[in-house]
């Protein structure tokens, strides 16, 4: 059964810091992959995915089939970056599977 | 112009009653979905719909009814509601029958609240 892990709920680092989102997925087909972010009190929007290889916001996400994993990071954490993080699973049956969230909070 | 539309944005009712939400979308989208996010923030897929036509159930009880008048619109109605639909649901559509690299689009959810 297809299963994405976040295994973090909360990540706190401060403003400049280096940040990664962990991301796991489970899957047996060949998967494609999602970053969505939840700005407070915003909607769900897409921030990238993996098939375009682009950076958004200075937000980069690598698949890793190995690992099967696919951690979002950016060099220098910004407090506008403050939201939620959900990781993403395209299943073939026209919907997502979504990790649990994570919720990134950068300090001044 | 909001993309997908959802109406209401609160709705806190009290136990067994019936409720709808509704959802519109001006994107020419094919396909709408609606999702539920829980007390934990985890977000569950609920229904699918391709030009009106059911995709994806995914073991929701029966109280809950999905209802596609077009492409545009998916409504849910909710029968006898119980404490533990409470939660935020999402509506959201996606292009092309909802085919693998197509983004979805969400709403702004709506906070169903029972008492």
């Known amino acids: 059964a297809q299963r994405v892990t976040q295994p973090e709920k909360l990540l706190s680092v401060f403003k400049g810091a280096p940040v990664e989102l962990k991301c796991n997925y489970s899957?047996?087909?060949?998967?494609?992959l999602f970053w969505y972010v939840q700005y407070s009190r915003q909607r769900l929007q897409l921030l990238l995915r993996?098939?375009s290889r682009e950076s958004i916001k200075g937000f980069t996400a690598d698949l890793n089939k190995g690992e099967t994993s696919f951690h979002l990071k950016k060099p220098f954490a910004q407090e506008e970056d403050s939201a939620m993080y959900y990781c993403?699973?395209?299943?073939?049956?026209?919907?997502?599977?979504f990790g649990s969230g994570t919720r990134l909070q950068v300090q001044p | 112009d909001t993309a997908v539309s959802q109406t209401p944005k609160y709705l806190v009712t009290q136990m067994g009653n019936d409720k709808s939400i509704k959802c519109e979308q001006n994107?020419?989208?094919?396909?709408m979905y609606w999702y539920k996010q829980d007390s934990k923030k985890f977000l569950k897929i609920m229904f699918s719909?391709?030009?009106?036509?059911?995709?994806i159930n995914e073991t929701v009880p029966n109280r809950f009814s999905p209802k596609s008048p077009d492409k545009a619109h998916l409504n849910l109605h909710i029968n006898s509601l119980e404490l533990g639909d409470s939660a935020v649901y999402f509506c959201?559509?996606?292009?092309?029958?909802?085919?693998?690299?197509?983004?979805?689009?969400f709403g702004d959810g709506t906070r169903l609240s029972i008492l």
């Open positions: 994107l020419g989208h094919d396909t």
């Open positions: 993996h098939i």
């Open positions: 719909y391709n030009n009106k036509e059911l995709i």
């Open positions: 993403a699973l395209y299943t073939g049956r026209r919907a997502l599977t």
């Open positions: 899957y047996s087909g060949s998967p494609e």
């Open positions: 959201a559509s996606s292009p092309q029958g909802g085919a693998r690299n197509q983004p979805q689009h």
